[in-house]
């Protein structure tokens, strides 16, 4: 008996989404710090990736010895995302009231 794991299912349901939403993870730091979407805009992203990290955790299997890749990147990307939702906006807020 030979099985054969169809990586195309890996690849256009968790990696190019994963891809993606690193992407506009990114692009938080395009919008203006005073604007009200700013905030709004990197939390959104923070819920996305945390939704995201449930459902490819509940797709990948659970019996292993080791943690995979994706796994690891995805829960990366939500500390990377709370970090800089928190920290860093608070930070260039506080310096933008500074410079008035």
């Given at each position: ?11 256009f349901y ?84 500074d410079t008035?």
């Amino acid at each position: 008996m030979k099985l054969k794991r169809k990586t195309i299912f890996y690849v256009f349901y968790i990696i190019i989404p994963m891809v993606l939403l690193s992407f506009i993870n990114v692009l938080t730091f395009v919008l203006p710090v005073p604007s009200g979407e700013h905030n709004s805009y990197a939390v959104t992203v923070l819920l996305s990736l945390a939704v995201f990290l449930t459902i490819v955790a509940s797709e990948i299997p659970k019996i292993s010895n080791t943690i995979s890749i994706v796994s690891v990147y995805m829960t990366a990307m939500l500390a990377l995302s709370t970090v800089m939702t928190s920290l860093l906006e608070s930070r260039l807020a506080s310096r933008v009231k500074d410079t008035d």
